[in-house]
């Protein structure tokens, strides 16, 4: 099963923000990859990741709220983008740059044909 973790690098920033010792910055961009495979099975996130294992691209996120407590991040992967690409990883960033939430998964193939949206619950 596919577990999404906010990073130690994530929950410290938080702690922070909420003791009013530092000012949170907002996610910004995903990152996309297809480094979190190995012998064919999906990497353990553990929390600890600092960057993706194998990022292809990052673009800005959109962002929603399916529910009061839940942001649901969001970036649309266009037809000409990571075309016969395999992804099993994905990232949030800050505007300071850092990974703060990881999640890997199952390979989902894409085709030149398609467009699809990937997204990324943080549910509080």
Do not use: W
Not at 51 to 64: D, F, M, N
Not at 89 to 96: A, C, H, M
């Amino acid at each position: 099963m596919a577990v999404g973790v906010i990073t130690l690098v994530g929950r410290t920033k938080l702690c922070k923000a909420h003791a009013g010792d530092k000012t949170l910055p907002p996610i910004i961009e995903m990152a996309i990859g297809d480094g979190a495979i190995e012998q064919g099975i999906v990497v353990e996130t553990t929390g600890e990741e600092t960057a993706l294992y194998h990022e292809l691209l990052r673009k800005p996120v959109k962002i929603t709220y399916p529910e009061e407590t839940t942001a649901r991040y969001t970036v649309k992967l266009e037809k000409n983008e990571l075309v016969d690409a395999y992804i099993n990883e994905i990232g949030l960033y800050d505007s300071e740059g850092s990974l703060v939430a990881y999640k890997s998964f199952l390979q989902k193939g894409k085709d030149g044909d398609m467009e699809f949206d990937l997204n990324m619950d943080e549910v509080f």
